[in-house]
């Protein structure tokens, strides 16, 4: 299996400080790919990083990838009370379905 | 900016009872997925459509799931006859060559 799974399971933070959530997964991989879900809400797609980057930057969103180690970090700097969401990490082989982990529940504490 | 579109929000239904979920992908993609997630649990993909016919789908795919594409903009999940454990958020996507999926807000299905 793909299957991406995020660590920690459950993050919780003051507001400013920086949040770091990991991802690993076991099969090779085209690309991953990071979702915020906000509770009961759908997906919103934050990031894709392909099997040749290592990091990309998005706005406060940090994203490495080391495919030796088959892991992937999310950094999101100086967050704010709204960032509270679940985060999840998803992988993919050419035009295959995401395989989703359980996901990184973050709480920042305004 | 373009995004994937969903009706209804929220579907409630009898044990049954056949439902349809619609969905609009973004206009120029090419695949267009069907996810679902139980409450409380992982996203889990159901199947994926390219070219005008199913390119994969999963166990939980049974005979009970349709996909069609009757349109060019239209794409549309059928359960035929609704279970209890049917009762999830169901998510369509979309993508390009690249596999960025982008996500619908989901429909809330409830089966009493």
């Known amino acids: 299996s793909q299957q991406g799974e995020e660590d920690p399971q459950a993050l919780s933070i003051q507001e400013g400080e920086n949040a770091t959530m990991n991802c690993s997964y076991k099969t090779s991989i085209n690309n991953l790919q990071w979702y915020r879900q906000n509770s009961g809400r759908g997906l919103v797609h934050l990031i894709l990083i392909r099997s040749n980057e290592r990091e990309k930057h998005s706005g406060r969103l940090r994203v490495t990838l080391d495919t030796s180690k088959k892991s992937s970090s999310l950094l999101i700097t100086a967050s704010r009370a709204a960032d509270t969401a679940s985060y999840f990490c998803a992988t993919a082989s050419g035009n295959t379905p995401l395989v989703f982990g359980k996901g990184t529940r973050l709480s920042v504490i305004a | ?112």
Request: with cysteine; hydrophobic share 30%; charged share 25%.
């Open chain 2, 1 to 112: 900016e373009p995004e994937v579109t969903q009706t209804p929000s929220h579907q409630v239904t009898q044990m049954g009872q056949e439902v349809i979920l619609r969905c609009v992908p973004i206009s120029n993609h090419l695949y267009f997925y069907w996810y679902r997630q139980i409450l409380g649990q992982k996203v889990e993909f159901l199947v994926s459509f390219y070219n005008n016919e199913i390119s994969e789908k999963s166990e939980i795919f049974d005979d009970q799931f349709s996909v069609e594409r009757p349109d060019g903009s239209n794409f549309t999940l059928k359960i035929r006859s609704t279970k209890l454990e049917d009762s999830a958020m169901y998510f369509c996507a979309s993508s390009d060559r690249d596999n960025e999926q982008f996500f619908g807000p989901g429909t809330r299905l409830t089966v009493l």
